[in-house]
């Protein structure tokens, strides 16, 4: 099938963006890499007017150290997010979640910002931006805004912007110290999405007893999930006393809305997400535990 009719704009400029957005109101979407988007509208699962493609848009690409966070411009392709050194070094969990996102053909396409404002929660970037607090910088023709990550996915593909705003970067605390990180995820086929993952941050203190650790859960719910009851749990306590697959059964035992398919039941998935959750958390202790 093809999408319906529909006008194409193509703003240079933030502002130039915004104003459409202003303008044309709900009849209007933001066109980035097209990878979720445009198959949406093939199969006619979406209908809109105007397309508003924010890919040349300049000021939306790039890569820098802000302060304490790594600030990812939204049109960042996920392919360059997962080339750059400097997302390597400051943020390590974002960079082993892009090998797991689709193919490389997509991730040459589909942008980091697309990734977060399509919130997919069977999707790696939500869910590393909830594990990590990150901070979404919001642009419309009223202003400017930051959302935090843990209120930001609202639901199931939905998110608190409003129809008129553009998402415009993403800034993600950078965790120094002794600290490990690892994503673990079980799909189907490569480059499917996962049925069941987690994306894990560790940081240690000098008598190797757990400072935080963050565990962003892949396709567990409607939205990322944040084993946050865990969380609390293992902070304080001796990572070598810490049970693996304790943490794995505990980080799902709290979740009240766990997919249900035909690729897998919920009470598989939880055991899927227990298991990713307990080998992630092996990989990123050691990890931070012998660097
Ligand atoms: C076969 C296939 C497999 C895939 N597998 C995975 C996977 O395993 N994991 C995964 O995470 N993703 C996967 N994807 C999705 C891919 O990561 C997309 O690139 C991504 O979800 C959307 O990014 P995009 O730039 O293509 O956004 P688009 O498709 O252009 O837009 C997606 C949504 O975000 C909105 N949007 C985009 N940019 C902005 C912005 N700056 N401000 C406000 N709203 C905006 C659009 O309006 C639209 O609603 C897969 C896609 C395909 C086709």
């Known amino acids: 099938m093809k999408p319906a009719p529909f006008e194409y704009h193509a703003p240079t400029t933030i502002a130039d963006a915004a104003g459409l957005l202003a303008d044309l109101g709900d009849g209007a979407k933001v066109l980035a890499g097209g990878q979720s988007l445009i198959p949406m509208l093939a199969l006619r699962l979406a ?9 040349r ?11 304490d966070a790594l600030w990812v411009g939204a049109g960042t392709t996920e392919a360059a997010v997962g080339a750059s050194v400097e997302v390597a070094s400051s943020v390590p969990l974002l960079a082993k979640a892009t090998p797991f996102v689709g193919h490389f053909q997509i991730r040459n396409r589909g942008t980091l910002g697309g990734s977060i404002a399509h919130a997919d929660p069977a999707a790696e970037y939500p869910a590393v931006a909830l594990a990590l607090d990150a901070s979404m910088d919001v642009v419309s023709s009223r202003g400017s805004r930051t959302i935090a990550a843990r209120d930001f996915f609202d639901g199931l593909w939905s998110t608190s912007m409003e129809t008129d705003e553009l998402l415009a970067g993403v800034s993600f605390p950078i965790w120094g110290g002794r600290c490990g990180f690892a994503v673990e995820e079980f799909a189907r086929r490569y480059g499917d999405f996962a049925l069941a993952g987690v994306a ?9 007893r757990v400072r935080r650790s963050a565990l962003g859960l892949i396709g567990m719910g409607s939205t990322p999930e944040r084993a946050v009851t865990t969380e609390a749990q293992l902070a304080g306590q001796p990572v070598t006393e810490v049970d693996a697959e304790e943490v794995g059964r505990s980080a ?7 997919p249900s398919d035909l690729h897998g039941s919920a009470d ?5 997400g227990a298991a990713m959750v307990a080998r992630a958390w092996r990989t990123a202790s050691a990890e931070a535990r012998h660097g």
């Open 268 to 272: 598989y998935r939880r055991q899927l």
């Open 200 to 208: 894990v941050a560790i940081e240690l203190d000098g008598d190797d």
């Open 252 to 258: 799902v035992a709290g979740l009240e809305a766990v």
């Open 57 to 67: 848009i300049a000021e939306l690409h790039g890569i820098e150290r802000r302060g």
């Open 47 to 55: 209908v809109f007017d105007h397309l508003v493609d924010v890919g």
